[in-house]
Nanobody
Framework: QVQLVESGGGLVQPGGSLTLSCAFS????????MAWYRQAPGKERELVAR???????YYADSVKGRFTISRDKAKSTVYLQMNSLKPEDTAVYYC??????????WGRGTQVTVSS
């Protein structure tokens, strides 16, 4: 059974930085990508960044150049380094695992609030 546990959220001022962590376990052998999504109040959940098993990455245009996704296999953790944070980055951030068959697993989320 896949387990994903996010941590590292909090309150930060505009222009600040945060690093989110996602500790994972029980991944299927067919897992091929891990990702960070976010959902702001009243909005749909959106893909922020993804890293595949071949280490290729994808970023949403809104975070490109500011956020970095990485994976430490030894620590079974995926990170999202977020720099130059803006108020519009405020959301609940979710860790996601997707298998080659398209099955998604989700963490419970961690709140990020960017405000002065």
């Amino acid at each position: 059974q896949v387990q994903l546990v996010e941590s590292g959220g909090g309150l930060v001022q505009p222009g600040g930085s945060l690093t989110l962590s996602c500790a994972f376990s029980g991944l299927s052998v067919t897992s091929y990508a891990m990702a960070w999504y976010r959902q702001a109040p009243g909005k749909e959940r959106e893909l922020v960044a993804r890293i595949r098993t071949d280490s290729s990455t994808y970023y949403a245009d809104s975070v490109k150049g500011r956020f970095t996704i990485s994976r430490d296999k030894a620590k079974s953790t995926v990170y999202l380094q977020m720099n130059s944070l803006k108020p519009e980055d405020t959301a609940v951030y979710y860790c996601n695992d997707r298998t080659a068959g398209g099955r998604d697993s989700w963490g419970r989320g961690t709140q990020v609030t960017v405000s002065s």
